[in-house]
């Protein structure tokens, strides 16, 4: 048996070095792991577009040309995530859905009339 406490067993590092539960951390259920490394690729690109952002405006202004490309950028990976969830939450309503949706031919597939 291992002495870990369940709750200790689902705790994540963050970027700080404090623990976090994983209960806590909000993100869609995901089915491969490259999947997860896309959510994850795309989380760390809104913060370093962020950034970006912030220091564009900085130095530039905030009225100009400059700074509203800068946070339209942030807005486009913004929105690259947020079609990946909803096209994750979609696929994994039933997976049969999605499978007969990409091969409608398949036996699987077929519809019967009574």
């Not at 070095?17 to 869609?28: E, K, N, Q, T, V």
Request: proline content about 4%.
């Amino acid at each position: 048996m291992s002495s870990i406490a369940p709750s200790a067993a689902l705790a994540f590092p963050s970027r700080g070095g404090r623990r976090r539960d994983a209960s806590l951390i909000p993100c869609a259920v995901v089915k491969y792991k490259g999947t997860q490394m896309r959510v994850q690729r795309l989380s760390e690109m809104i913060e370093k577009k962020v950034i970006e952002a912030q220091e564009v405006c900085a130095g530039s202004g905030a009225d100009s040309h400059e700074c509203r490309v800068a946070w339209d950028e942030v807005e486009e990976v913004s929105q690259a995530k947020a079609d990946l969830r909803l096209k994750l939450e979609v696929e994994n309503r039933d997976p049969l859905e999605s499978f007969c949706r990409e091969n409608p031919d398949t036996d699987e597939c077929r519809v019967y009339d009574d």
